[in-house]
């Protein structure tokens, strides 16, 4: 890397993150696991990066998402994507995280999926 040179963004994320989540409002969903397929972006502080404690770990991400679906049912996305966002931005290299969350079998057979985004910054 020339001395000319600087990192102006960078953006790790992890895309088409398959879990199942207790998760939504109507009496058949609950107690039963649905597939979510979760995306997210995270746009950390601007750094030249050469070792694997210089960023944010992809499976960091993966567990993160993991854990928020061991808390419980969840009654909407909105929610599920709120707290996993706030999960992320508790790494104080994370600047800014972008979650879209696509619950597969909403509208199944109608549409391949309903989901959410969300955009969340550090205060």
Known sequence: MGSSSKVEALRVFVRGLRIDAQIGVYDHEHGRGQPLVID??????AAHCE????TVNYETIVAKAQAVA???H???VEGFAERLAEACLADARVERVRIRIEKPEALAPA???AGVEIVMTRA
């Open 40 to 45: 997210v972006q995270l746009d950390i502080a």
């Open 51 to 54: 070792h694997i404690a210089d």
């Open 70 to 72: 061991a808390e419980g």
């Open 74 to 76: 969840w009654k909407l």
């Open 111 to 113: 549409a391949a999926a």
